[in-house]
């Protein structure tokens, strides 16, 4: 198949152009050029902005078959991938985040995907950047579920909590790795309060190649996570 990543030179989308490559796709990475990439001839390059539905455009043919999005993060973002890829593309991935839960206020635990619906609109609280990603990647993903309705866009929702493993460059599990590597006890933020489930890189990467050309999949919400 033919696969664009938009994305793909860290962490996650590394992963998975990696992951794609072993089942043999051909893949197209869609990036502003700024990063160097350890795959030479094995994948095609587009580079580009993000947020110009002229560029979005450009990558189109490498993803005839799926499209794997890395960089919407707002309702404008999706609304210009909607406009690049609409008819174009015969499955579009988009990235999402549990945070698109927790940012309506409290929730059960486990979340299933049905608990999205639960709220219609709600007043934004400011202040909170954890807050402002997860508001803001739910109006990305309102305006693709609308997409989907009103036109048939082919897009699943992959939605993921905090991604941790090699090459993370937030480095957000470092200390607990220095305290188990001392032989010192863990201290969790939250006394162990609450119940989170977290993700492994290699797993996330090794369930979005398998993802592309699942047509059941296609208008609908996953929840992705380990145990």
Not at 39 to 62: E, F, Q
Not at 68 to 95: C, K, N, P, Q
Not at 206 to 212: C, H, Y
């Amino acid at each position: 198949m033919k696969v664009l990543v938009l994305g793909g030179t860290r962490f996650i989308g590394r992963r998975l152009v990696e992951a794609l490559l072993a089942r043999g796709h051909r893949v197209t990475i869609f990036t502003r050029g700024q990063k160097a990439d350890p795959w030479g001839n094995r994948v095609g390059r587009v580079i580009g902005d993000r947020a110009s539905a002229r560029d979005l455009g450009r990558a189109a043919h490498a993803g005839k078959d799926a499209i794997v999005d890395f960089l919407s993060y707002d309702a404008a973002s999706a609304r210009l991938a909607v406009e690049a890829y609409a008819g174009r593309t015969a499955h579009f991935v988009h990235i999402s985040t549990c945070s698109v839960y927790w940012c309506t206020g409290k929730f059960p635990c486990p979340v299933p995907e049905e608990e999205f619906d639960r709220f219609g609109d709600f007043e934004e609280r400011p202040g909170s950047i954890e807050y402002a990603y997860g508001y803001a990647k739910r109006k990305a993903e309102e305006i693709l579920f609308a997409a989907h309705r009103e036109t048939g866009f082919p897009a699943t929702m992959i939605r993921m909590p905090i991604v941790g493993g090699e090459a993370d460059p937030s480095l957000r599990y470092i200390s607990y790795f220095y305290r188990i590597d001392d032989g010192r006890p863990i201290v969790l933020p939250d006394a162990g309060i609450a119940c989170f489930r977290h993700c492994y890189v290699g797993d996330a990467a090794e369930t979005l190649a398998d993802l592309p050309g699942k047509g059941v999949a296609i208008g609908r919400a996953y929840n992705l996570a380990c145990e």
